[in-house]
């Protein structure tokens, strides 16, 4: 069944949502739920594959409803944070590297209104051929390219402003996930990864954003440096959180009960072009007490450091509280001269 048509001027996120509406009808139920259960195995696992995850229809419909909305959410989430650290850019061309039904596409839409020229990358024919489907039902990515081809050797990248590539790191072998970097290094002007909120997810993005720096990018977010991850190894990893609603749809799919859910993510946005990165980021989910809110910060000056803000640094406090996970800090208001707050006491 082809995807409803949005209204003319709906936003990415609700025409997203209700070009889904439908993909779900006349797949019996059992089949979508082992095809979800399928899914989240290789969502979830550490063993690349040879062969797509997404095999037919059935894989494909139960894919975009049980992932679609988180991922476009977490990507959004990122490309946000580029276009906080470069707020004179937005992007012509965008190439999409494995980018499957297209989540990517529909996201940098929401952060960049307007039609581009945009190209999904991607080796499961089911996926690109739905991915069409949705994007035809949205006039401003009606006119997106989807080309099917093999994440690896010889993979011949359309050089683009933004290069992304979106939750497909893990599916790829050593070889190939270095080769895939390497080609959105090589076209692209701002190349954004994101993967899992997981430590592997966590541990191939580090190695992204290496492979990024030796190539001469500047690191726009998170980070606010382009030093090594002070994070020791092993003991932690970088990770955020956005928080999506779920349809009713979406639910069922899913199995929960909740009307939310929250995507654990991990990402980097860098660019070939200098950047204004955040003086900090708020790398866990803030801690309110009486009086007082704990954040822990990534910092400019390469280290990990928990400040605590209090009722007597007045407007800075009131901003704390309303921080969240994820966040630059100090927000654009409260920086001095040096692009740092002040008033915020180390612990």
């Not at 080796?123 to 035809?136: H, K, V, Y």
């Not at 190894?233 to 929960?256: A, I, N």
Request: neutral net charge; proline residues 8%.
């Amino acid at each position: 069944m082809n995807a409803p048509i949005p209204a003319p001027d709906a936003a990415p996120a609700d025409a997203l949502r209700t070009a889904l509406a439908t993909l779900l009808d006349g797949l019996p139920p059992k089949r979508a739920a082992q095809a979800v259960d399928r899914l989240i195995a290789n969502y979830r696992g550490r063993t690349p594959t040879e062969a797509p995850v997404l095999r037919d229809r059935a894989d494909v419909a139960a894919y975009a409803a049980y992932r679609m909305p988180a991922t476009f959410e977490a990507v959004r989430s990122a490309l946000e944070a580029l276009a906080d650290a470069a707020p004179d850019w937005r992007p012509g061309a965008h190439s999409d590297i494995g980018g499957g039904t297209g989540a990517a596409v529909w996201a940098a839409n929401a952060v960049w209104e307007g039609r581009r020229p945009v190209t999904v990358l991607d080796w499961a024919e089911p996926a690109l051929a739905l991915g069409r489907e949705l994007t035809g039902s949205f006039a401003p990515l009606d006119g997106t390219e989807w080309r099917r081809a093999r994440i690896g050797t010889g993979l011949d990248v359309p050089s683009a402003d933004l290069v992304t590539l979106s939750y497909v790191l893990g599916e790829l072998t050593d070889a190939d996930r270095e080769l895939a970097v390497r080609a959105a290094a090589r076209v692209g002007q701002a190349v954004v990864v994101i993967e899992p909120g997981t430590p592997d997810g966590y541990a191939r993005v580090i190695e992204a954003r290496t492979r990024l720096i030796e190539a001469g990018f500047h690191i726009a977010a998170p980070c606010p440096h382009a030093a090594d991850c002070p994070i020791v190894p092993g003991t932690d990893w970088c990770h955020f959180s956005v928080r999506l609603s779920r349809t009713s749809l979406h639910r069922q799919v899913k199995g929960g009960s909740l009307a939310y859910e929250d995507e654990k993510f991990s990402y980097v946005a860098a660019t070939r072009f200098p950047v204004d990165p955040a003086p900090s980021r708020i790398v866990r989910k803030p801690q309110i007490r009486k009086g007082q809110v704990l954040l822990d910060l990534c910092e400019r000056d390469p280290g990990l450091r928990r400040t605590t803000v209090t009722k007597r640094h007045g407007d800075l406090y009131k901003a704390a509280r309303d921080a969240d996970w994820g966040d630059a800090w100090p927000p654009e208001g409260e920086r001095g001269e040096s692009g740092q707050g002040s008033g915020a006491a180390g612990e």
